[in-house]
């Protein structure tokens, strides 16, 4: 199946006619790809913010005893971090793959709501602006916590308000997006795609969109309790009135528990697209993992007290959500084991996409176990906010939903921009990254087994030697993302031609059916899938 | 391709209203946590503070006396004359003082425990023996003493008697 | 989602099933297969929240047991 192009190419050279150019080409366009691209730019602009506010925070931990900040600054840092990281970076680059992806994978012509799409993406700058803007606010920006704790989140200044109202927007922003995605996925789907044949990133995107409708709107409400209980006199989260502060955590994490699965299914899907193509082989048990992905999903509904096994809950409830939260290591499992059985006797080449994706699949399991320990409550009141939950998160969201990025960016690159990447620049930048990552989080697990808590500017010297090694893992981890910047910015202006199938193990529309780069307007007339 | 949009309306509508609901979800689970603990009474054995000093094998009366002294013009007597309590009990009684007078009069109560020995096992948390009380003209007051008897407390003892007297102060500041 | 021919409904013991074995999350891809043809939206839903009420009830025993 060489790129059968059959109408794609004529549209290859017809972007720009009637569109404004320049800036307003991109603040006004209705194109699932330049949204994607403007997704994706954005993320990658919010990876490094993050990152920067990261680097601080490491820089200060380098040594014991405060050396180059206010306490108080350093826990606006811990807290713009996450939320940075969770709502401006990894979300948006899977909204990013799922604008590019999704249509030209079931050969739609575009998003099914193209200005709602455009909406959506440009709320998001607004948004960031609002967090990032925080900083320079009397008292500085918030600082108690990604998760916005009452009653913490109940006192504070201003900034406290501008994060309220920036996750407001993010909210509508992703509630937009992924009924966008579901509309997209459910009703224009080409002749023969049925959902069964759909690619297992689509699945994932159309379980993870019905995930973000009903939790995001649930979020929405948490945080405009607490900026009711802040201005306007309401005590759902003041104890002075009547109000329980727990009651806000509960209602977080009934949020917040899905949205740790909202970062990583997609991720699930991008891996089951990269493995089986260097693997050559067909996805092992692709029923299974559709029914795995939707267990994940439906379970994940069932776990959030978890997340707060310390506020006091009754035996019973701890031994429940014990053993919820164990029970979802057994759909989880079984994805790692059918990616496993994927690669089992494949005649597998190690391209930068798939280094990334066997890196997600051992790493993502380390980081599942680790969870598992914590899932275990008589462990976790010990572990509680200690560094051992901060190396378990990383190990899921860094080298999970963070790795699973770039193995998408490096397997779509040729697709988007028509040019092969730098495969040494690649292959540098994954062998930096998975070395300097391990270097980085893996000495979290003993500093906290050992008792070092999170959130805090100083530690007692028995940390210090682990936290110099970390701190190092740091920088080395953060500056060789600059390597991916130059190799997108490289594969943009040029490279050896990317033919319409680059990868020979792909299978499919967007590779069997278009040329690379992808035309401006795919799809508008619907292929036949048989 | 009318069709088309129609059937996307159609998804759109529903999603939002979705959306909608599960907005109001987030605050209807506020109503339903508290019904869900009142219920199944899955907080009841959620962890609380208890005092762990208390002997709950052993009691001891403690008898509450009030009295005046210099022929004082004010009514003072104890809301409750008798209570039985543990000791490391902490436990709250409420004395009632009136100003008979027309005019304003500082007293100060002076306590003292029957057995004297008592006294020392005897922990006045507040009391309105710790400073004078100002009384103004026909000023009617109730006045608190929060105490806890030691668990030292010598084993023979099985009744304290606590005793207030309360004095006038310095005639010269009431006008 | 109208593309697929709906050659006859499944009944409840298949949708019943089917839910099973996706909250276990393995499947075999020919009852696969004949799930995905057969089974309406409705009655998958309508499995899942039973097979989620069941889920919960078995593990609220456990904690009973376990604490009794």
């Known amino acids: 199946m060489e790129a059968t192009h059959a109408h794609g190419q004529d549209h290859a050279h017809d972007h720009g006619h009637g569109h404004p150019t320049g800036l307003m080409r991109w603040v006004t366009t209705t194109n699932h790809k330049d949204i994607g691209t403007l997704y994706l730019w954005f993320s990658f602009i919010m990876l490094l913010s993050g990152g920067t506010l990261a680097l601080l925070i490491r820089a200060e931990l380098f040594e014991p005893g405060m050396q180059i900040m206010r306490p108080e600054f350093f826990n606006q840092l811990t807290t713009m971090h996450g939320l940075i990281m969770v709502f401006g970076a990894i979300m948006p680059a899977f909204v990013g793959f799922a604008n590019w992806q999704v249509p030209m994978m079931i050969g739609a012509p575009d998003m099914a709501f193209p200005r709602m799409n455009n909406w959506s993406f440009w709320l998001l700058p607004v948004a960031a602006s609002l967090l990032i803007g925080s900083f320079f606010v009397p008292g500085g920006a918030s600082a108690g916590g990604w998760t916005m704790y009452a009653p913490l989140f109940l006192q504070g200044g201003i900034s406290n308000d501008m994060t309220i109202f920036a996750v407001h927007i993010l909210g509508i922003s992703s509630i937009m997006g992924a009924i966008n995605i579901v509309t997209t996925i459910l009703n224009l789907r080409a002749p023969g795609m049925t959902l069964m044949k759909m690619p297992l990133f689509v699945w994932t995107w159309l379980i993870t969109a019905y995930l973000l409708i009903a939790v995001m709107p649930v979020l929405a409400g948490a945080v405009t309790m607490l900026l009711t209980d802040r201005h306007f006199g309401t005590s759902f989260f003041n104890a002075a009135g009547g109000g329980d502060p727990v009651m806000f955590q509960h209602i977080f994490w009934f949020f917040g528990h899905p949205e740790v699965y909202i970062m990583i299914l997609p991720a699930f899907g991008i891996i089951s697209q990269i493995i089986p193509t260097f693997s050559r082989k067909p996805l092992f048990g692709y029923a299974s993992m559709v029914y795995a992905t939707s267990s994940i999903a439906i379970l994940s509904f069932m776990v959030w007290a978890h997340h707060m096994f310390t506020v006091g809950l009754p035996t019973a409830a701890q031994l429940f959500f014990m053993y919820a939260t164990m029970l979802i290591a057994i759909p989880t499992g079984v994805k790692v084991f059918n990616w496993i059985a994927t690669m089992w006797k494949g005649s597998m080449t190690f391209e930068t996409p798939m280094l990334f994706a066997i890196a997600f699949v051992c790493l993502f399991t380390i980081g599942g176990f680790s969870g598992l320990v914590l899932a275990i409550t008589p462990v976790d009141i010990q572990l509680q906010d200690t560094y051992y939950v901060v190396a378990h998160f990383h190990y899921v969201l860094v080298s999970g939903a963070l790795f699973s990025i770039f193995a998408g960016v490096y397997f779509w690159l040729p697709k988007w921009t028509g040019h092969m990447y730098d495969e040494k620049l690649g292959k540098l930048h994954f062998w930096l990254s998975t070395i300097f990552f391990n270097v980085l989080f893996f000495p979290m697990h003993f500093l906290g087994l050992a008792g070092m808590p999170r959130r805090i500017p100083d530690y007692a010297l028995q940390f210090a030697d682990w936290n110099k090694v970390a701190s190092i893992g740091a920088f080395g981890f953060g500056l060789s993302q600059l390597i991916l910047l130059v190799v997108v910015l490289k594969c943009i202006k040029g490279g050896v031609k990317a033919e319409g199938r680059a990868w020979e193990g792909a299978d499919s529309l967007e590779w069997t059916h278009l040329p690379s780069p992808a035309p401006y307007h795919t799809f508008e007339t619907p292929p036949t899938v048989n | 391709m009318t069709g088309q949009t129609a059937q996307n309306r159609t998804i759109l509508k529903k999603l939002l209203l979705v959306s909608v609901l599960m907005f109001g979800f987030g605050y209807a689970l506020i109503p339903f946590y508290k019904k869900l603990c009142d219920v199944t009474g899955i907080s009841k054995d959620k962890i609380t503070v208890s005092n762990t000093q208390m002997d709950p094998a052993r009691w001891v009366t403690v008898e509450f006396d009030a009295n005046l002294g210099a022929k004082l013009p004010w009514i003072f007597e104890p809301q409750t004359t008798s209570l039985r309590i543990h000791p490391g009990e902490i436990k709250q009684v409420l004395y009632r003082v009136v100003n008979l007078t027309d005019r304003t009069i500082v007293g100060q109560a002076i306590p003292s425990y029957g057995p004297a020995l008592a006294g020392a096992y005897f922990k006045k948390i507040a009391c309105f023996c710790f400073t004078q009380q100002t009384l103004k003209p026909h000023e009617e007051r109730l006045m608190p003493v929060q105490f806890v008897v030691q668990n030292d407390l010598p084993k023979d003892v099985h009744t304290i008697t606590l005793s207030y007297t309360f004095y006038e102060q310095a005639k010269a500041g009431a006008t | ?68």
């Open chain 3, 1 to 68: 989602m109208a593309q697929e021919q709906k050659s006859q409904k499944a009944s409840a013991w298949q949708a019943a099933r089917a839910v099973f074995w996706s909250f276990f999350g393995v499947r075999k891809s020919t009852d696969y297969n004949r799930d995905a043809v057969r089974l309406t939206p409705g009655q998958v839903i309508a499995a899942g929240l039973v097979g989620a009420a069941l889920f919960i009830a078995t593990l609220v025993g456990i904690v009973y047991v376990v604490m009794h």
